[in-house]
């Protein structure tokens, strides 16, 4: 089966049409309006600096449902005694360069490329994009950033610079959405890492069926930093 070539019509073809590796189209652009596109429809790009734009859609597709997710004994103390700060909203370009820094067994440099930082700069200015950070001492050390439409979050990446800060702020944000209503984390390809959390693979059809209703629900649209629900990120009731 041909990969689709995208020109600048704000158009995706049908996600069934991916290739079983699953790369659906290549081409177009990052602008804001084709982005939000390609998430309420399943796909998202990644590609490498030397490529053209690649769009995916994998059938199985990695979700964590909020209410399945689990939280080792072994983190429990980091939430009992908080060791980190957690903050939302406060350094997304950091969060974004240092998730395109972190190293990756397997993967040769990053998808995370300064056109991408750019488009994903502009997604989080309009208030789309988020980013969740933890700090230690007034560093930096882990976080993570991905796209919010209606009751669906869009993980993207994270990173840690310190043992379990990407899993304390990734915990902390899915008790915080699961709150407010949101029904599904995209992961979007299968990690042990998020597999130890609750994450689990759904068919592509399952998933597309959950976006065409999630996405239309009310989402949250803007500074998530200067919102009440997003303070105190450490209590997990």
Known sequence: MAIFWLDNRLIFPPVERSEPSG??????????????????????????????????????RFVLFPDELKIARSMRPYFNTPRFELSVDTAFGEVIRACGRQYRRGQDGTWITDEMIAAYDELHRLGHAHSVEVWLDGQLVGGLYGIAIGRVFFGESMFATVPNA????????????????????????????????????????????????????????????????????????
């Open 166 to 237: 990407s899993k304390v702020g990734f915990i902390a944000i899915v008790k915080r959405l699961q709150r407010l209503g949101f029904q599904m984390i995209d992961c979007q390809q299968d990690t042990p890492h998020l597999g130890s959390l609750g994450a689990r693979g759904i068919s592509r059809q399952q998933f597309i069926i959950a976006l065409s209703r999630w996405t239309r629900e009310p989402g949250l649209i803007g500074d998530w930093s200067q919102m009440d629900a997003f303070q105190n990120l450490y209590d997990l009731t």
């Open 23 to 60: 790369i659906l189209a290549a081409g177009g652009d990052l602008s804001t309006e084709r982005l939000l596109l390609a998430y309420r429809n399943g796909i998202f790009p990644w590609y490498s600096p030397d490529d053209p734009i690649l769009w995916w859609s994998p059938d199985p």
